[in-house]
Every structure is written in C-alpha cells, then in structure tokens.
C-alpha cells in the first residue's frame, strides 16, 4: 500500500520560513519522481515545484522559483521543501506526488500516480 505523508505545515509570519518533508512507503522511493503542489481557499490545485528520480532536476512554478527549494534522500524515503520568504499568498493546503512516468508535463497532475493527504501552511500578513 503506497502512502505519502506530509509534515512540517503550520502558521508562520510573513517573511518567515518552513520545512515541509514527506515520507513514501509502499513504493520503490528512488524510481519515483516527486513533486508539490499546493490550493489555497477557492482555487484549483496548481503545481509548486517536482524533482526528477533519475537527474534529480528540479522545477519551480515561476511565483515560488527563487523562496522555494525542493529536494530528496532518498535514503529515507523523503522529499522536501524549503519554504523561505513566505507570502500571505503562498497560504495553502500543500500537497506531496510521486510519479512512475515520464516527466515530459512535471506540472500537471495528471502525471502522478499517488497523492498525500496535505499539510497546511498559513502565512500571516
């Protein structure tokens, strides 16, 4: 049974940072690419950032490219997130993906296989 599971959410002012981290099982971590996305209250799903499992190349939505770092160990299992910076609108449920495919379209959803529950991040003004 394949399970993500995110950690490292929470309220923090703006300018401030946080570590978002996410713990697969059930599958073989290291084959897998990964990725973030994030919704914010009334807005659809829309991708953060993803990391290949193969080059380990990274992507950035253009509104986190700059704050935001992904990155894994895939000794453990984890990808993570660093956060810097933080905006009142980066305020969002966010949510960790793994893939088995290709990473052709890293930004779409469609392009991942199993999803985490979220982990909230609130920013205050």
């Known amino acids: 049974q394949v399970q993500l599971v995110e950690s490292g959410g929470g309220l923090v002012q703006a300018g401030g940072s946080l570590r978002l981290s996410c713990a697969a099982s059930g599958v073989t971590f290291r084959l897998y690419s990964m990725a973030w996305f994030r919704q914010a209250p009334g807005k659809s799903r829309e991708f953060v950032a993803a990391i290949t499992w193969s080059t380990r190349r990274a992507y950035y939505a253009d509104s986190v490219r700059g704050r935001f770092t992904i990155s894994r160990d895939n000794t453990k299992n984890t990808v993570y997130q660093q956060l810097n910076s933080l905006k009142p609108e980066d305020t969002a449920v966010y949510y960790c993906?793994?893939?088995?495919?290709?990473?052709?379209?890293?930004?779409?959803?469609?392009?991942?296989?199993?999803w985490g529950q979220g982990t909230q991040v609130t920013v205050s003004s």
């Open positions: 993906a793994a893939s088995s495919r290709s990473l052709s379209v890293y930004y779409s959803e469609s392009s991942y296989n199993y």
